[in-house]
Nanobody, 126 residues
């Protein structure tokens, strides 16, 4: 089992930055691939960004490219999502997710992940 501690969510203004963090325990951090998803009421959870277990490969969905950056610090067992130029449409509950992995791939489908954080609310006001 993987335990998560998500932090960094909150209420910000249009155009502001924000950094989310997800600290894990229960697994060797360098052996889990991770991702950030988000969900708004009435909609399915969607991928935001994903990163391989080593951090060598990364994915960002089109709507956040150039604004958001996923990263990880394997020495601190922590996944990050650096968000800049936030827009009201970025408002959602953001979840970190993990899966055991021995390769170098990232994963973009919800069904690929076995462990989920509790979610942190990000609200961007206009």
């Amino acid at each position: 089992q993987v335990q998560f501690l998500e932090s960094g969510g909150g209420l910000v203004q249009n155009g502001d930055p924000l950094r989310l963090a997800c600290t894990t325990s229960g697994r060797t951090f360098s052996r889990i691939a991770m991702g950030w998803f988000r969900q708004t009421p009435g909609k399915e959870r969607e991928i935001v960004a994903a990163i391989s277990r080593t951090g060598g490969t990364r994915y960002h969905t089109d709507s956040v490219k150039g604004r958001f950056t996923i990263s990880r610090d394997n020495a601190k067992n922590t996944l990050y999502l650096h968000m800049t130029s936030l827009k009201p449409e970025d408002t959602a509950v953001y979840y970190c997710a993990a899966r055991d992995d021995n390769g170098y791939a990232y994963y973009t489908q919800e069904r690929d992940y076995f462990y989920w954080g509790q979610g942190t609310q990000v609200t961007v006001s206009s």
